[in-house]
């Protein structure tokens, strides 16, 4: 199929359109940036700024993705954006690039993020992620594979979410949330394991039982961290995909574990 441009899109000079594309009614696309294939822009949406937007990309009316960042410790030069595949933005999603001249704000593929969502500078965001209407993402964030983030959730700059975790509507995340849990509240603590996530996700009642004993653990074993990391070392499944994600997760923290909701 052809490429369908609607007559008042703007195309900057030195854009570059991949196959197939559709530009829709006062689209903006950027001089610096680059179009995979099948990518669809509707009206009023805007792509700018050293982006990269990988093929089958969809982009809602006046979602911008690409703006220049917020930190006020820009110094110039062309930081960038770089996106992976088949990802949907809904209406007033804003993704910016990162700060610092040669560094790139980075997501994966397979994404959906809902209207008024936000991603800040320099954040790392994986695939298979959604994230509900206002989900703000603070600048520096890490959001691994099969994660959800609630309507109206809030992350703080550096923290840090686990694969296949959650945070709930309107929970404020201010340390890291480890993988398979989830987190509520202001600030947001551990409240359960993300059951019907894994389970939607294909995980074994064996997986599950690993997960049930990690937070167990972790969060109900009244131990302090050290204690609770040296109890999963040592477990008998220490050598499962499920220990060793959350092992490995804990001793990368830098803001320390959301703490228990009990």
Do not use: W
């Not at 089958?56 to 410790?73: H, N, S, W």
């Not at 686990?162 to 202001?186: E, Q």
Request: net charge neutral; hydrophobic share 40%.
């Amino acid at each position: 199929m052809a490429a369908q441009i609607h007559s008042t899109a703007i195309i900057e000079p030195g854009a570059q359109l991949g196959a197939d594309i559709e530009i829709g009614a006062y689209a903006l696309v950027g001089g610096a940036v680059v179009l995979g294939d099948g990518v669809r822009l509707h009206h009023h949406a805007a792509v700018e700024g050293n982006t990269v937007l990988g093929e089958r990309c969809e982009v809602f009316p006046y979602a911008c993705i690409g703006g220049k960042t917020q930190d006020l410790k820009y110094k110039g030069g062309h930081p960038g954006l770089r996106i992976g595949a088949r990802n949907v933005f809904r209406e007033y999603v804003t993704i910016h690039c990162a700060t610092n001249d040669g560094d790139f704000t980075r997501m994966g593929s397979d994404n959906v993020l809902l209207g008024a969502c936000h991603i800040a500078h320099d954040c790392v965001i994986g695939s298979h992620i959604v994230m509900s209407n206002g989900a703000m993402i603070a600048g520096h964030v890490t959001i691994e594979d099969h994660v959800i983030v609630g309507g109206y959730g809030g992350v703080h700059q550096f923290c840090r979410l686990g694969a296949y975790a959650m945070l709930s509507a309107t929970a404020k995340l201010v340390h890291d949330l480890p993988p398979y849990f989830i987190a509520d509240g202001t600030p947001a603590k551990i409240r359960a394991i993300n059951q019907v996530g894994l389970e939607r996700n294909g995980f074994t009642a064996e997986q599950l039982e690993r997960v049930k004993q990690i937070h167990r653990i972790l969060y109900r074993d009244g131990l302090n961290r050290s204690q609770a990391l040296e109890k999963l070392g040592a477990h008998a499944h220490a050598a499962s995909d499920e220990f060793r994600r959350v092992l490995a997760f804990a001793q990368a923290s830098d803001r320390g574990l959301a703490p228990s909701g009990r």
